[in-house]
């Protein structure tokens, strides 16, 4: 057997639930001499891929990479086939587009077949005791950055993710102070110049809470944030959401330049958003502030035209006498 014919075996049964298992259906059939053959071209590519930048993508997407991880992740990426395994040996940053598990019983299917064959145990040479390339610190969120900058990224965002919907439980229990340690450590995992759309709608958060604690400055801080990066988030609930936030800390909080720009993001997110109302609700409020009444008593109108009855308007519906 040639590697084309190891790799044949290998990619066909790649897409199995059981990888292993559906080898060793493969191996079974084979003369004792075929799998032995398997097996060193099997041992070939556990050595070919003993390599720093592979074992620092081990690191990074299992958290931790023993020596025994960190063959059972080998034997795992070999499971994948041929083009994965290949592009992952010549460029670890690949696997940002796959997902990768250890698969330990996948590296003794051949030893196990043989054995069931012949009734003898299969001699495997010395595996390569040295990693391929120049060693580095896995530890390193600026070396992990250069050395494997997709898949980094993208380990960072669905962390990013998880501790944002983390923060956010958290604020609807009324837990502010943990919210923010989360968003917090949220933020520390992406550079401050990732276009990442959830970083916009944390500062967003970050500011709320920040002012629910009557922490000024730090909303402020955050309002700032939010407001220099709401263009980047695409969702429309979402960014309907945030510029609901920003309006109406501006109209709480802004300055008269904030509170005009603020009309701007309402009146958008009233136009974007499933729920318009709250969103009419503070575009009428800053629109007041601003001093341009017959502005904010036509936005109430076509407010109360949606819901004649809705509560938050009933103050502003009595000081025009509507409804």
Known sequence: MDVRGFWRIVD????????????????????????????????????????????????????????DQFLNFRYGLIALGRSIFEQAVQNADTLARVDVEGNEAYGGV????????????????????????????????????QRLPKLQRKLAVAAFNELHLQAWEKTEEGDREAAIELYASALALLPRDDRHDGIALVHGNMMSNAEALGRMDDARSHFASARRM?????????RALLDNQL?????????????????????????????????????????????????????VKRALAIDPHFEALEDLKARWKLG
């Open 247 to 299: 309006a109406w800390f501006a109209y709480e909080h802004g300055t008269k330049e904030e509170c005009e720009e603020a009309v701007g993001w309402a009146h958008e997110a009233a136009a974007r958003s499933a729920e318009p109302l709250p969103v009419m609700d503070t575009e009428a409020r800053l629109l007041i502030r601003l001093g341009r009444e017959g502005a904010a008593r036509a936005v």
């Open 110 to 145: 051949a030893v196990e077949v043989y054995r069931e064959l012949t009734g003898q145990k299969l001699a495997r040479s010395s595996a390569r005791s040295d990693p391929h390339g120049r060693r580095w610190d896995f530890d390193d969120i600026a070396q992990c950055r």
């Open 12 to 67: 066909s049964c790649r897409r199995a639930e059981h990888p292993d298992d559906a080898l060793r259906d493969k191996l079974s059939a084979l003369h004792p001499d075929s799998v032995a053959a398997f097996d060193g071209h099997f041992c070939d590519r556990v050595d070919e891929a003993y390599t720093w930048d592979l074992w620092g993508a081990a690191y990074l997407i299992e958290g931790e990479s023993s020596e």
């Open 230 to 238: 709401r263009d980047r988030v695409l969702d429309t609930e979402q």
